[in-house]
């Protein structure tokens, strides 16, 4: 009987096995793809730590959508290009876990122009130290605007208003082309750099970066497929067709309201 039900029981499961390859054309059923949603971030969102001032700016800033977007997942390791006050840095520090790593890089440049830069920094820090004050997980970076010294080949970099920046008269020439170059070397082959930026008028090239603080569009898709990026997404997170792009961003009548493009770059699997 032992037997007889065992046979029985290998035939229903060949059969079952059969009927599977006949409904899927005899191929495997492809594997679910992985699920980004806001949902996925409401442990780093809501995060006790968070500073009031960052959960004021979430409103505005949509971090959750974001994080979304960039395809953040636990564990990666992950750069904050010009960290700012470190509102991407801490949020990334969450989202990434115990078993990630974050490298907030801080340029000399700004450094020097606002030294409480370096103080936003150390503060941004100092929650993920151990109890010696040495960093855990979250590591601060500094070093020229246009050679970021990220130490290990990273799964992902945002940089959140800051393309721009690498276009103003006060940058040596080439700046942007060198610093894109070093993001892109950073970038383990696959690796995902997203771009936030204030829109300019189109075609108004680097003099809106300068005047404005907005980066045409033509000018960063062209520099940043020249490192070798390729797009992959676009999202309108951050679209609002009334701002006119002809304010400046600190204006206090469009500052935090500003029409912005959202990009998903990758660095092909294939580079080395």
């Not at 942007?176 to 070397?185: E, M, P, V």
Request: proline share 7%; glycine share 8%.
């Amino acid at each position: 009987m032992m037997r007889k039900g065992l046979g029985l029981a290998l035939a229903g499961t060949l059969a079952l096995g059969l009927l599977a390859g006949c409904s899927s054309g005899g191929d495997t059923a492809p594997a679910q793809e992985e699920a980004f949603s806001p949902s996925r971030y409401a442990a780093a969102i809501n995060d006790i730590a968070r500073p009031a001032a960052d959960k004021e700016a979430d409103a505005l800033r949509k971090p959750g959508e974001l994080l979304a977007f960039a395809q953040i997942r636990s564990g990666e390791v992950v750069g904050d290009y010009i960290m700012g006050g470190g509102y991407m840095t801490r949020l990334l520090a969450q989202a990434t876990g115990a078993s990630g790593r974050v490298y907030a890089f801080q340029p000399d440049e700004f450094i020097a122009f606002r030294p409480e830069y370096a103080a936003e920094q150390d503060a941004a820090i100092a929650p993920y130290a151990d109890n010696e004050g040495n960093p855990v997980r979250v590591f601060p970076l500094r070093g020229p605007i246009a050679a970021p010294a990220f130490p290990e080949p990273l799964d992902a970099i945002i940089s959140v208003m800051n393309l721009h920046d690498l276009y103003l008269p006060a940058m040596p020439e080439g700046t942007a082309d060198a610093a894109l170059a070093a993001l892109y070397a950073a970038l383990k082959p696959g690796g995902r750099l997203i771009v936030v930026d204030h829109r300019a008028v189109p075609g108004s090239g680097a003099a809106a970066a300068d005047s404005l603080h907005r980066m045409d569009e033509a000018l960063a898709r062209a520099a940043l497929e020249r490192a070798g990026l390729v797009l992959e997404a676009e999202s309108d997170l951050y679209a609002r067709p009334d701002d006119p792009r002809s304010a400046n961003v600190f204006d206090a009548a469009i500052r935090g309201r500003t029409d912005q493009f959202a990009w998903r770059l990758r660095k092909p699997e294939s580079a080395q």
